[in-house]
């Protein structure tokens, strides 16, 4: 069996809202992730629609009933205000349920945008996003997150373990994410070895969430 990871942000406090309405269509349920926005005021820009904070909704479904839970979302969106969020699906490729391994298919279609994923010691998520803005990116989401080892562990991919990271989640089209990537590789905050780690994934079907 295949699966879709559905993604959303939506306005703060409505991400158990979407969960629900996804249940509705055959969803067994949902993470719901704090993040911030990072756009510029009155800018619409692809994950960064103003600086407010913002629920991040992680839905799992099996691929057969994931255009019944996108529509239901989206419908239940459109009395919102428009750019209330947005939504997009990543092709998962193994699943482990049960303690059972699974592996999933890629879908064929053309994907117009890359999700950009970048994770650094805390502090340095908005200087990060100011050198994607300069190539080409519109905005971004904050996720607050730490790492899970203590002093003296093994490092995970080499990156050394501090409590406190930022994860910084940025939608771009297809044909900005190299130099989006090259801004970031850049950075002088990013220069010493194990001090940060980004990887993009293919995000299909971008949806704008709320009123048209």
């Known amino acids: 069996m295949s ?18 309405v996804a249940a509705s269509a055959g969803a067994t349920g949902g993470t719901v992730l704090m993040g911030k ?20 909704v992680l839905i799992l479904v099996p691929e057969e009933i994931c255009s019944d839970v ?21 092709d998962v490729t193994t699943l482990m349920k049960g303690g059972v391994i699974s592996g999933g298919k ?5 994907c117009e945008h890359q999700m950009i994923t970048l994770i650094v ?9 100011a050198a994607a803005r300069k190539a080409g990116a519109g905005g971004g989401t904050v996720i607050n997150a730490r790492g899970t080892a203590k002093e ?10 501090v409590p406190e990271k930022d994860m910084l989640l940025i939608l ?9 990537m090259d801004a970031l590789k850049s950075l002088p905050c990013l220069q010493t070895p194990g001090s940060g780690i980004s990887f993009c994934l293919e995000a299909r079907d971008f949806t704008l969430l709320g009123s048209k």
């Not at 926005?37 to 991040?56: E, M, P, Q, R």
């Not at 093994?154 to 990156?159: L, R, Y």
């Not at 771009?172 to 989006?180: F, L, S, T, Y």
């Open 121 to 129: 010691n805390k502090g340095y998520a908005e200087d990060a996003m």
């Open 3 to 20: 699966y879709r990871l559905i993604i959303s942000i939506v306005s703060h406090d409505c991400g158990d809202e979407i969960v629900k």
């Open 152 to 161: 003296g562990d093994a490092k995970f991919f080499g990156m050394e373990i």
């Open 106 to 110: 890629i879908m064929d279609k053309e």
């Open 37 to 56: 926005g990072t756009a510029a005021n009155n800018i619409l820009s692809l994950l960064g629609f103003g600086s407010a904070s913002k629920d991040v």
């Open 172 to 180: 771009v089209p297809k044909d900005k994410c190299e130099a989006v």
């Open 70 to 90: 996108v529509t239901a979302i989206t419908e239940s969106c459109r009395d919102r205000k428009k750019h209330f969020g947005v939504l997009w699906l990543i």
